[in-house]
């Protein structure tokens, strides 16, 4: 069993991430839409990067620090942007009311349209649409406003075609012309696309503003160690409404690169176990069976990641993931019976202690998981404030 287990966490932990930093182009800006004078819609166009996240230093005086750099362009992204009403379902196809957009306070949006180019030409590119949430920024004399979302790859071209996957972005929005978005994208069953060898370099390029940093971490179910706490449903064929479980977190990095004779490629380094990571996931109570990108299972959870340096605590981080969005797949290597999903999540962090006393910021997440037994592989990406440069090596 132990080494059934063993093979399964790898399957589950083989997948392509391509992490990118979208930033306005200046040859391609943004197209708004106003209704009666307000902001209703915005196609989004800019040009995404290479970005890189290298694993944390853990230890010393700092705790734990990290160093992010931005790369060439990886090709041109876009999407539409669109606030919606609080109970509107988003599906493939259905058209999105006009809302004004309210920069005052949080609202669902929806992103249609999605079409992430990866790779220099152009050629390789993922299409998609999601729902999301804006969270207002009090800045004097500024409009800004963040906004996270994430959503479910429905096609591809050149080397993503025939992929399934998902996405998650979050970052700055200065409307209607300024951000600077995270985009991650996953594919599941990657083939060709996964690598163990090395990848060209990212050369940095200069210039970018940065006030905050972003670290990176992978959780997972240690293996017949799991400790799984389910608060029943309503009656015996109803699901868990609540679900407590006892992750790891493990250091890890992720590249990816289209220059080389292998084309397309990424890599997705796993290191040691670095701390705890426990979680109580909650159900939503309009939680779809997850078959197929229209029912998605919607769930909210209250996350902490206690990282450790050896035996020695290093700091907390707090957080909320305000909503994960899931779907039943099939993954090589693992059986169908344990019901595989994937899935992505977003949310604010919420402060810590120790190292990441203070810490404010936010997070976004991709992974996969199986049901019974319970595995799971998810990579996270936190963005924290970080003016001074306090999580910077």
């Known amino acids: 069993m132990a080494d059934d287990m063993q093979r399964w966490q790898q399957a589950l932990d083989r997948l392509a991430y391509f992490n990118m930093l979208a930033i306005p182009d200046p040859a391609r800006p943004n197209q708004p839409t106003y209704q009666n004078g307000k902001l209703t819609e915005v196609l989004f166009r800019g040009a995404a990067h290479r970005f890189a996240i290298a694993p944390g230093e853990l230890g010393g005086s700092h705790g734990f620090r990290t160093a992010n750099a931005v790369g060439a362009e990886a090709g041109p992204c876009?999407?539409?942007?669109?606030?919606?009403?609080?109970?509107?379902?988003?599906?493939?196809?259905?058209?999105?009311?006009?809302?004004?957009?309210?920069?005052?306070?949080?609202?669902?949006?929806?992103?249609?349209?999605?079409?992430?180019?990866?790779?220099?030409?152009?050629?390789n590119r993922v299409k998609g649409f999601g729902t999301g949430q804006t969270y207002p920024i009090h800045q004097p004399g500024k409009q800004v406003t963040r906004i996270a979302s994430n959503g479910v790859i429905t096609a591809g071209t050149g080397a993503l075609a025939n992929h399934t996957g998902?996405?998650?972005?979050?970052?700055?929005?200065?409307?209607?012309d300024d951000f600077q978005l995270n985009i991650l994208v996953m594919i599941t069953n990657p083939g060709a696309l996964y690598t163990t060898g090395e990848i060209p370099a990212l050369e940095p390029i200069p210039g970018l503003p940065r006030s905050s940093t972003f670290l990176s971490f992978s959780t997972f179910v240690p293996t017949l160690t799991s400790t799984i706490i389910s608060v029943p449903g309503k009656t015996p064929a109803d699901p868990p409404v609540a679900l407590t479980v006892s992750n790891r977190m493990r250091l890890c990095e992720t590249g990816f690169s289209a220059r080389g004779a292998q084309g397309l490629v990424s890599r997705y380094w796993i290191g040691p176990t670095v701390g705890e990571h426990p979680l109580t996931l909650e159900s939503s109570s309009t939680s779809g069976s997850g078959t197929t990108p229209d029912d998605p299972i919607t769930d909210s959870d209250v996350e902490q990641f206690?990282?450790?340096?050896?035996?020695?605590?290093?700091?907390?981080?707090?957080?909320?993931?305000?909503?994960?969005?899931?779907?039943?797949?099939?993954?090589?290597?693992?059986?169908?019976?344990?019901?595989?999903?994937m899935f992505a999540g977003f949310g604010p962090v919420n402060g810590g202690d120790g190292a990441f006393a203070g810490a404010q910021g936010f997070q976004i997440n991709l992974g996969t998981g199986t049901s019974v037994p319970h595995l799971t592989s998810i990579f996270y990406v936190f963005e924290l404030a970080d003016p001074t440069g306090r999580f910077r090596s």
């Open 306 to 341: 206690y990282l450790q340096d050896g035996n020695r605590r290093l700091g907390t981080l707090q957080v909320e993931t305000a909503e994960i969005r899931g779907f039943l797949t099939p993954l090589d290597g693992v059986p169908a019976d344990m019901q595989t999903q």
């Open 166 to 176: 998902m996405f998650v972005l979050s970052g700055l929005f200065t409307p209607p």
């Open 78 to 123: 876009e999407f539409r942007w669109a606030p919606i009403p609080q109970s509107f379902s988003l599906v493939a196809g259905r058209a999105v009311p006009p809302t004004p957009f309210d920069p005052a306070n949080s609202q669902r949006f929806a992103v249609t349209d999605a079409e992430f180019a990866i790779g220099q030409g152009g050629g």
